[in-house]
């Protein structure tokens, strides 16, 4: 197994160089200053596009704007903000949280792009059923001599959205933090016991199709954010006087070269690509599902998806990096990673009724975002093979599930950030040459909006 770890970590640190950092912060850079913030001036109206008085019925699409944006964070408020965040400072330290949340705020800009672009450019079927994706977006907006740019999308989606992490991760909770020594005599079975019970979960969701998908995420979601913003306000509530601190410790850090071996740099690559696989901006996975929203206006939704960001990373990721910094248990418990860390500290904080409402909590969000991964796995792979055969996807995606129960963390974490790293290189070249067409529509919405 040692061979396959240092491959599939070979793969990410390969995918996850520099050209990839430049790709995205600076490609969120052009998207801000080309927009000239108009994602941020108009965050008021984003928001109240979620109360449902701009949704027409008459529109083409399966979802809401608020569906949209709950199936989407559904992907995004996950593992990704508990574990992802454990192991970008485990790796990086305080600094690598203040390259999590400068990739949020670029990430603003690029949504609104992605987003905008994912509905301005879907494809309708003879079913009359809508397809977004940054597949359709290449094959519609930049044309058919495009198509190999669209196969390396939905080729990397299909393997980027496997659900291996989350089921890994939520399996290694249960074992290492909640049952019983005497319960797991034998750790296989224990990990297969989990498998079943986790695939049957998710069974019985995603055999219902997207729209029990978006009714199940947009009434977990909402419940399981505030919930766990107030168990972290519990935790914090006791560390107060160091909170300054532990803010001044994350800038400092983000620009200290021995703040971690592999200096500066080390850091900016740990937060960055933490950063985006929790929030995905960039990545193209959201376009997916922003891309059902029933709307015939792309800039109302790519508004709709500009707030991804500020609520999975600003607000979510935050909770979880202030909670471990101000535990301290970062530096002190060698050999600790991902979920396990987060665990024992909700543990130390908040006693065993900590562990277990933060077990409740990784069982509904690793759920849910296994829930929309389906969606953007099977789109992907509708893609690639027709839509007569998609519905085989659904095995391979169950079947997933059971695979990453059972291997080790590393390799199912490092092959999926190479995936997520391979995804940017479609949407965001995309993205880059239709920008203008996003800015021309802009410009007509807000016209009519200010008038």
Not at 228 to 244: Q, S
């Amino acid at each position: 197994m040692e061979w396959l770890i240092n491959v599939t970590a070979a793969f990410s640190n390969f995918v996850w160089g520099m050209p990839m950092i430049v790709w995205l912060v600076g490609g969120g850079i052009f998207f801000s200053i080309y927009s000239r913030l108009i994602p941020f001036r108009y965050l008021s109206h984003g928001i109240s596009l979620l109360t449902g008085k701009h949704d027409h019925d008459s529109e083409k699409g399966d979802l809401t704007h608020a569906q949209a944006l709950s199936a989407a964070l559904a992907g995004t408020v996950g593992m990704g903000n508990i574990s992802g965040v454990a192991l970008a400072i485990t790796a990086g330290g305080p600094g690598a949280v203040f390259w999590m949340w400068l990739t949020a705020l670029l990430g603003v800009s690029t949504k609104f792009f992605t987003c905008s672009l994912g509905v301005m450019y879907r494809k309708t079927d003879e079913n009359g059923d809508v397809h977004g994706g940054p597949m359709y977006v290449i094959m519609e907006g930049l044309g058919k001599r495009w198509k190999p740019l669209a196969l390396l999308f939905a080729f990397a989606g299909l393997f980027g959205t496997i659900p291996s992490f989350q089921a890994n991760q939520l399996t290694a909770a249960f074992r290492e933090e909640l049952v019983p020594d005497s319960w797991v005599t034998n750790p296989m079975m224990f990990n297969a016991i989990i498998a079943v019970v986790i695939t049957a979960l998710v069974a019985g969701v995603i055999l219902g199709g997207l729209k029990r998908v978006a009714y199940v995420t947009s009434r977990l979601v909402p419940i399981m954010a505030i919930s766990y913003f107030l168990m972290t306000l519990a935790v914090l509530f006791n560390h107060l006087p160091e909170i300054p601190a532990i803010f001044s410790s994350i800038f400092v850090q983000a620009f200290k070269a021995e703040a971690i071996s592999g200096g500066i740099l080390g850091v900016i690559i740990i937060g960055v690509s933490r950063g985006v696989f929790s929030n995905e901006a960039g990545i193209g996975t959201e376009v997916l599902a922003h891309g059902a929203v029933k709307t015939d206006e792309p800039i109302r939704e790519g508004l709709v998806g500009m707030l991804g960001p500020m609520i999975d990373t600003l607000l979510i990721c935050t909770c979880t990096a202030l909670v471990i910094l101000a535990s301290g248990m970062w530096q002190d418990v060698e050999g600790v990673k991902g979920v396990e860390l987060t665990m024992q500290v909700f543990g130390q904080e908040l006693g065993l009724v900590g562990q277990i409402l933060l077990a409740i909590q990784i069982l509904f969000l690793a759920a849910s975002t296994m829930f929309t991964y389906w969606y953007y796995g099977e789109k992907c792979f509708a893609f690639m093979v027709g839509d007569k055969n998609a519905h085989l996807y659904k095995w391979f995606y169950l079947l997933s599930i059971v695979a990453g129960c059972i291997v080790t963390l590393d390799v199912v974490f490092n092959f999926m950030i190479g995936m997520y790293g391979l995804m940017a290189i479609p949407t965001m070249l995309s993205a880059f040459l239709l920008a203008p067409k996003v800015k021309a529509a802009a410009k007509v919405y807000f016209a009519k909006l200010d008038a």
